[in-house]
């Protein structure tokens, strides 16, 4: 792989891994509502659902969403379902001191899981691997260590990406001091997350 398509994959691959989907708005509302720490090693959950995602996209196994409507029906209903329950469960949070200090104890693979989970849940994830990641192998080399190779790039940046809405969910938290404010936030975050499963709720397989 030359360092010419390199060069042209990582700005294309950064700005898909900055778009504010819902795992980067979970990623920022986790860092506001426990630690910028904790944001970032909850991702671990969706590296590790997107490194699947690339495995399948490198071994061919991604066709499944092409050829089969009902599994990816199946898949974006649960991922749907996810997000409403994600969404519900921001709208009803509170934010009194009490409860701040009980949601500092929650369990660090439990943040985890749910990035990895929602990551999981979103047929079009393996769908843009399918689509983007292929347009910089070159067939005529090795196309498995092309894989390889993108694939870390994407993670690496994947993570960067975290890294920064993590931080701007600090920031967000020392902004919205105010319980109300809080509140507020997360209301927004809610709605965000509820339109993204309804937009995912009524998205079409795409064409083979």
Known sequence: MSWITLGWFIPACF???????P??????????RYSWSHSCLAGLGRLAAFAVMIALSASGLATLLYASEVFFTAVKIIGA??????????WRADHSLETRISDASLSLFALARQECLLAAGNPKAILIFTAFLP??????????QQFLILGSCFLLLEW????????AGRLLDKG???PSWQRAFNKVC????GSAGLGLLLSKRLPA
């Open 81 to 90: 379902l996810y997000l409403f329950w994600l969404a519900l469960q921001l």
């Open 176 to 178: 919205l001091a105010k």
């Open 23 to 32: 795992n980067n708005l979970l990623a920022l509302s986790n860092a506001k």
């Open 15 to 21: 700005a898909l891994n900055m778009s504010p989907g």
């Open 160 to 167: 960067v990406a975290i890294g920064l809405y993590a931080g």
């Open 190 to 193: 809610a709605v965000l997350l």
């Open 135 to 144: 347009q910089f192998v070159d067939p005529s080399a090795a196309v498995g």
